[in-house]
C-alpha cells in the first residue's frame, strides 16, 4: 500500500527513471495514467529515462543557476527491480553505482548546494519467487536494490517525497503499483 507524500511542493515535471524490463513496462503505465491526468486538469510532465542513461544528468537536473528564475521543480520517481541474489538489472546497476560512490560528498543531492531540492520517491519490483523460502518471504525481502538507493539517496541529501514501496510479483504488482 503506497503511503502519502511527506511533503506536497507544486510540481512541473516528474522524471521516472526504470531499472529492469519490468520497471520500464510499470514506469509505461505510470506515464499512460499521469497523461489521462494531465488531459483533465494536470500540467505535471512525464519523461522516462532508462536507468543505464547516464545518471550524474539526474544530479544536475536540479543544479541550475541559483538565480535562474525559469528553473522547473522535479519529482525524480525511480521503478527499480530486483533479480536473483538481491542484484539489480544490468540498467539499474549503473543508477545504483553512481549513488553508492564513496567519493560523492554526503551533500551531493542537499538543497543547500543547489537552486532546487532533489526530491524522489522509489517503486521496488521484486519476485519473491527468486527465494529459497517463498513461504515466509515478504515484498520486504525481494527489494534490496529499491531498498539500498532509497536509503542512499535519503544519506546524500535527497527530500523523500514519499516512502518507499515495494512490490512482489508473486502476490501480485497491482495492489502497489495502482495507488504509487
Known sequence: MASSPLSSPVLEKIVIVYGGELAQDVAEQIKAKQQQLEEEKS?????????????????????NDKNDATATAVLFCFVMQTIENSSPTEDGGITLRFFKRKTHPESLLSSSDQQLEFQFCVLGLGDSNLLMDRQTTTAKDCNQVAQELDQRLASLGGTRFMDICQADERTGLQPVVDPW
Open 43 to 63: 500540467p505535471i510532465t512525464v519523461e522516462l529515462r532508462s536507468a543505464g542513461e547516464r545518471p550524474k544528468a539526474l544530479v544536475d537536473y536540479c543544479k
